[in-house]
Protein backbone atom coordinates (compact mmCIF):
# COMPACT_ATOMS: atom_id res chain seq x y z
CA UNK A 1 0.00 0.00 0.00
CA UNK A 2 1.16 3.71 -0.93
CA UNK A 3 0.02 6.90 0.78
CA UNK A 4 0.61 10.26 -0.35
CA UNK A 5 1.07 13.32 1.31
CA UNK A 6 2.58 16.79 1.23
CA UNK A 7 6.23 16.41 2.21
CA UNK A 8 8.89 16.71 2.90
CA UNK A 9 8.96 14.30 6.04
CA UNK A 10 8.08 15.90 9.12
CA UNK A 11 5.84 18.41 7.83
CA UNK A 12 2.68 18.49 9.61
CA UNK A 13 0.96 16.88 7.03
CA UNK A 14 3.36 13.88 7.30
CA UNK A 15 2.62 13.94 11.31
CA UNK A 16 -1.14 13.14 10.56
CA UNK A 17 -0.34 10.73 7.61
CA UNK A 18 1.74 9.05 10.47
CA UNK A 19 -0.90 8.81 12.77
CA UNK A 20 -3.03 6.13 10.64
CA UNK A 21 -0.76 4.66 8.33
CA UNK A 22 2.67 2.88 8.81
CA UNK A 23 5.74 5.40 8.15
CA UNK A 24 6.80 2.81 5.28
CA UNK A 25 3.93 2.77 3.34
CA UNK A 26 4.41 7.07 3.33
CA UNK A 27 5.81 8.50 -0.30
CA UNK A 28 6.35 12.39 0.00
CA UNK A 29 5.14 14.89 -2.80
CA UNK A 30 6.04 18.50 -3.59
CA UNK A 31 2.26 20.10 -3.26
CA UNK A 32 -1.32 19.55 -3.04
CA UNK A 33 -2.30 18.85 -6.91
CA UNK A 34 1.03 17.11 -7.14
CA UNK A 35 -0.36 14.42 -4.23
CA UNK A 36 -4.35 14.54 -5.53
CA UNK A 37 -2.79 13.65 -9.37
CA UNK A 38 -0.82 10.92 -8.02
CA UNK A 39 -3.99 9.11 -6.37
CA UNK A 40 -6.42 10.14 -9.54
CA UNK A 41 -3.43 7.88 -11.46
CA UNK A 42 -3.92 5.34 -9.07
CA UNK A 43 -0.12 5.37 -8.23
CA UNK A 44 -1.09 5.84 -4.74
CA UNK A 45 -4.04 4.22 -2.22
CA UNK A 46 -4.44 7.18 -0.73
CA UNK A 47 -3.92 10.73 -0.28
CA UNK A 48 -3.12 13.27 2.82
CA UNK A 49 -3.44 16.56 2.66
CA UNK A 50 -4.65 19.44 4.67
CA UNK A 51 -8.09 20.77 4.21
CA UNK A 52 -8.59 23.64 7.19
CA UNK A 53 -6.99 25.59 9.33
CA UNK A 54 -8.55 26.79 12.37
CA UNK A 55 -6.49 30.48 11.94
CA UNK A 56 -6.47 30.70 8.49
CA UNK A 57 -9.70 28.88 7.38
CA UNK A 58 -9.76 26.56 4.34
CA UNK A 59 -6.73 25.40 2.21
CA UNK A 60 -8.17 26.25 -1.07
CA UNK A 61 -5.44 24.60 -3.70
CA UNK A 62 -7.06 21.22 -1.69
CA UNK A 63 -10.68 22.89 -2.02
CA UNK A 64 -9.87 23.44 -5.77
CA UNK A 65 -8.83 20.41 -7.05
CA UNK A 66 -11.69 18.79 -5.59
CA UNK A 67 -14.95 20.79 -6.77
CA UNK A 68 -16.10 19.35 -9.74
CA UNK A 69 -14.38 15.55 -9.94
CA UNK A 70 -16.07 12.96 -9.28
CA UNK A 71 -13.15 10.16 -8.65
CA UNK A 72 -12.06 11.06 -5.35
CA UNK A 73 -13.63 11.24 -1.85
CA UNK A 74 -12.59 11.63 1.91
CA UNK A 75 -12.35 8.40 3.90
CA UNK A 76 -11.14 9.79 7.41
CA UNK A 77 -10.39 13.55 8.72
CA UNK A 78 -7.35 14.07 10.87
CA UNK A 79 -7.41 16.59 13.42
CA UNK A 80 -3.62 18.09 14.96
CA UNK A 81 -2.59 20.77 17.35
CA UNK A 82 -0.58 23.00 14.92
CA UNK A 83 2.46 24.43 16.84
CA UNK A 84 5.32 26.52 15.07
CA UNK A 85 8.54 26.73 15.83
CA UNK A 86 11.21 29.58 14.97
CA UNK A 87 14.36 27.54 13.48
CA UNK A 88 17.51 28.58 12.72
CA UNK A 89 21.14 26.70 12.06
CA UNK A 90 22.16 29.72 14.90
CA UNK A 91 20.93 32.55 16.37
CA UNK A 92 21.26 36.27 15.07
CA UNK A 93 19.55 39.96 15.30
CA UNK A 94 18.47 40.40 12.29
CA UNK A 95 17.71 38.04 9.73
CA UNK A 96 17.62 38.40 6.20
CA UNK A 97 14.79 36.67 5.27
CA UNK A 98 11.83 34.31 7.45
CA UNK A 99 10.80 31.07 5.32
CA UNK A 100 7.84 28.98 5.44
CA UNK A 101 4.66 27.41 3.73
CA UNK A 102 2.14 30.52 3.64
CA UNK A 103 -0.47 29.00 5.63
CA UNK A 104 2.41 28.66 8.66
CA UNK A 105 3.66 32.30 7.66
CA UNK A 106 0.23 33.25 8.32
CA UNK A 107 -0.49 31.45 11.81
CA UNK A 108 2.27 33.53 13.29
CA UNK A 109 1.73 36.95 11.70
CA UNK A 110 1.24 38.42 15.00
CA UNK A 111 4.79 37.13 16.66
CA UNK A 112 6.30 38.19 13.23
CA UNK A 113 4.64 41.37 13.25
CA UNK A 114 5.98 42.35 16.93
CA UNK A 115 9.75 40.45 16.62
CA UNK A 116 10.46 40.84 13.51
CA UNK A 117 9.36 43.84 11.60
CA UNK A 118 10.16 44.70 8.55
CA UNK A 119 12.15 41.39 7.72
CA UNK A 120 11.08 39.72 4.32
CA UNK A 121 8.97 36.81 4.42
CA UNK A 122 9.48 34.20 1.62
CA UNK A 123 6.53 31.45 1.18
CA UNK A 124 7.69 28.20 -0.16
CA UNK A 125 6.27 24.41 -0.48
CA UNK A 126 6.36 23.47 3.03
CA UNK A 127 7.24 23.96 6.20
CA UNK A 128 10.13 21.36 6.31
CA UNK A 129 10.93 22.45 3.03
CA UNK A 130 12.05 25.81 4.77
CA UNK A 131 13.97 23.82 7.59
CA UNK A 132 15.29 21.78 5.03
CA UNK A 133 16.56 24.66 3.25
CA UNK A 134 18.32 25.83 6.44
CA UNK A 135 20.00 22.85 6.95
CA UNK A 136 21.33 23.15 3.24
CA UNK A 137 22.41 27.03 3.56
CA UNK A 138 23.76 27.36 7.11
CA UNK A 139 25.57 30.48 6.40
CA UNK A 140 22.74 32.29 4.76
CA UNK A 141 21.24 34.56 7.32
CA UNK A 142 17.91 32.99 7.15
CA UNK A 143 15.11 31.53 9.90
CA UNK A 144 12.26 29.42 9.10
CA UNK A 145 8.85 28.06 10.71
CA UNK A 146 7.79 24.80 11.55
CA UNK A 147 7.51 21.83 13.45
CA UNK A 148 9.62 20.34 15.95
CA UNK A 149 9.90 17.22 14.52
CA UNK A 150 11.36 18.98 11.32
CA UNK A 151 13.65 20.40 13.90
CA UNK A 152 14.94 17.32 15.30
CA UNK A 153 14.84 15.72 11.73
CA UNK A 154 17.25 18.70 10.46
CA UNK A 155 19.21 19.27 13.69
CA UNK A 156 18.09 23.04 13.77
CA UNK A 157 18.14 25.12 16.92
CA UNK A 158 14.56 26.51 18.30
CA UNK A 159 15.24 29.75 18.19
CA UNK A 160 11.65 30.68 19.80
CA UNK A 161 9.07 28.05 20.71
CA UNK A 162 5.07 28.03 19.94
CA UNK A 163 5.30 30.94 18.06
CA UNK A 164 1.46 30.48 16.49
CA UNK A 165 -0.76 33.37 16.99
CA UNK A 166 -3.30 31.58 19.16
CA UNK A 167 -2.79 28.08 21.58
CA UNK A 168 -5.85 26.42 20.04
CA UNK A 169 -3.91 26.58 16.41
CA UNK A 170 -5.53 23.37 14.56
CA UNK A 171 -5.47 21.73 11.18
CA UNK A 172 -7.99 19.20 9.77
CA UNK A 173 -6.51 16.79 7.34
CA UNK A 174 -8.40 14.57 5.20
CA UNK A 175 -7.71 11.01 3.81
CA UNK A 176 -8.73 10.67 0.58
CA UNK A 177 -9.21 7.71 -2.35
CA UNK A 178 -10.69 6.60 -5.18
CA UNK A 179 -12.46 3.75 -4.02
CA UNK A 180 -16.20 4.10 -3.94
CA UNK A 181 -17.30 2.36 -1.22
CA UNK A 182 -18.95 3.97 1.25
CA UNK A 183 -16.88 2.58 4.10
CA UNK A 184 -18.60 1.27 7.44
CA UNK A 185 -16.88 2.98 10.41
CA UNK A 186 -16.56 2.02 14.16
CA UNK A 187 -16.35 5.25 14.93
CA UNK A 188 -20.29 5.81 14.94
CA UNK A 189 -20.08 8.85 17.19
CA UNK A 190 -17.72 11.05 15.45
CA UNK A 191 -18.76 11.18 11.69
CA UNK A 192 -19.26 14.13 9.14
CA UNK A 193 -20.45 14.44 5.67
CA UNK A 194 -19.11 16.95 2.80
CA UNK A 195 -21.23 18.54 0.08
CA UNK A 196 -20.09 20.96 -2.66
CA UNK A 197 -23.34 22.71 -3.54
CA UNK A 198 -23.92 24.93 -6.71
CA UNK A 199 -27.25 26.92 -6.86
CA UNK A 200 -29.09 27.59 -9.91
CA UNK A 201 -28.67 30.83 -11.28
CA UNK A 202 -30.68 33.96 -10.14
CA UNK A 203 -33.11 32.45 -8.19
CA UNK A 204 -33.73 34.32 -5.23
CA UNK A 205 -33.82 32.73 -2.46
CA UNK A 206 -32.41 29.39 -3.42
CA UNK A 207 -29.48 29.52 -0.60
CA UNK A 208 -32.45 29.67 1.91
CA UNK A 209 -34.54 27.06 0.11
CA UNK A 210 -31.48 24.60 0.26
CA UNK A 211 -30.57 25.18 4.05
CA UNK A 212 -34.52 25.07 5.19
CA UNK A 213 -34.36 20.97 3.36
CA UNK A 214 -31.55 20.63 6.13
CA UNK A 215 -33.65 23.32 8.92
CA UNK A 216 -36.70 21.52 8.91
CA UNK A 217 -35.19 17.82 8.99
CA UNK A 218 -33.36 19.22 11.99
CA UNK A 219 -29.73 17.88 10.47
CA UNK A 220 -26.85 19.31 12.33
CA UNK A 221 -24.66 21.33 9.94
CA UNK A 222 -20.85 22.07 11.14
CA UNK A 223 -20.11 24.45 8.42
CA UNK A 224 -21.22 26.47 5.32
CA UNK A 225 -18.65 28.48 3.02
CA UNK A 226 -18.45 29.88 0.03
CA UNK A 227 -15.51 29.55 -2.64
CA UNK A 228 -15.93 31.47 -6.25
CA UNK A 229 -16.59 29.14 -8.90
CA UNK A 230 -14.09 31.10 -11.29
CA UNK A 231 -16.53 31.36 -14.14
CA UNK A 232 -17.68 35.14 -13.43
CA UNK A 233 -17.38 37.53 -10.30
CA UNK A 234 -20.15 36.89 -7.95
CA UNK A 235 -20.99 33.01 -9.05
CA UNK A 236 -19.83 30.22 -5.91
CA UNK A 237 -20.03 27.30 -4.62
CA UNK A 238 -21.32 26.22 -1.33
CA UNK A 239 -18.94 23.84 1.09
CA UNK A 240 -21.09 22.29 3.47
CA UNK A 241 -20.18 19.96 6.53
CA UNK A 242 -22.92 18.15 7.98
CA UNK A 243 -22.89 16.08 11.75
CA UNK A 244 -23.99 12.99 11.25
CA UNK A 245 -25.65 10.52 13.67
CA UNK A 246 -29.23 8.91 13.01
CA UNK A 247 -30.03 11.24 10.63
CA UNK A 248 -28.44 9.35 7.24
CA UNK A 249 -31.32 8.65 5.79
CA UNK A 250 -32.82 12.24 6.30
CA UNK A 251 -29.70 13.42 4.82
CA UNK A 252 -30.63 11.46 1.32
CA UNK A 253 -33.93 12.66 1.38
CA UNK A 254 -32.91 16.36 2.20
CA UNK A 255 -30.51 16.16 -0.99
CA UNK A 256 -33.20 14.50 -3.31
CA UNK A 257 -34.96 17.71 -2.39
CA UNK A 258 -32.30 19.89 -2.71
CA UNK A 259 -31.59 18.31 -6.44
CA UNK A 260 -35.18 19.04 -6.64
CA UNK A 261 -34.53 22.71 -6.61
CA UNK A 262 -31.81 22.22 -9.28
CA UNK A 263 -28.84 22.75 -7.10
CA UNK A 264 -26.05 20.41 -8.10
CA UNK A 265 -24.67 18.81 -5.11
CA UNK A 266 -21.79 17.14 -4.89
CA UNK A 267 -20.69 14.26 -2.70
CA UNK A 268 -17.37 14.87 -1.23
CA UNK A 269 -16.97 11.81 1.39
CA UNK A 270 -18.72 10.54 4.83
CA UNK A 271 -15.61 10.22 7.00
CA UNK A 272 -15.07 9.69 10.84
CA UNK A 273 -13.20 12.38 12.76
CA UNK A 274 -10.07 11.48 14.86
CA UNK A 275 -9.30 13.90 16.80
CA UNK A 276 -5.55 14.02 18.66
CA UNK A 277 -4.28 16.68 21.34
O1 LIG B 1 3.89 22.80 5.55
C1 LIG B 1 3.51 21.81 6.17
O2 LIG B 1 4.14 21.26 7.07
C2 LIG B 1 2.19 21.26 5.82
O3 LIG B 1 1.94 20.12 6.09
C3 LIG B 1 1.18 22.19 5.18
C4 LIG B 1 0.27 22.93 6.17
C5 LIG B 1 -0.97 23.56 5.42
O4 LIG B 1 -1.01 23.63 4.20
O5 LIG B 1 -1.90 23.99 6.12
C6 LIG B 1 -0.28 21.97 7.14
C7 LIG B 1 -0.57 22.36 8.43
C8 LIG B 1 -0.31 23.71 8.93
O6 LIG B 1 -1.56 24.41 8.91
C9 LIG B 1 0.64 24.45 8.07
C10 LIG B 1 0.97 24.01 6.82
Request: net charge neutral.
Amino acid sequence: MKVGYLGPKSSFTFQAASELFAEDTLVPFASIPLTLEQLEAKKIDFAVVPIENSLEGSVHATVDHLFGQSSITVKEEVILPIRQQLLGTHSMEQPEKILSHPQALAQTKQYLKNHYPGVPLEAVSSTTFAAQYLAKHSREKVLAIASEKAAQEYNLKIIAADIQDNVMNQTRFWVLSTEKKKKKTTNQQNKKATLFITLPANLPGALHQVLAAFAWREIDLAKIESRPLKTHLGEYFFIIDIVLNENEALLENAITEIELLHAKVQWVGRYPINKFT
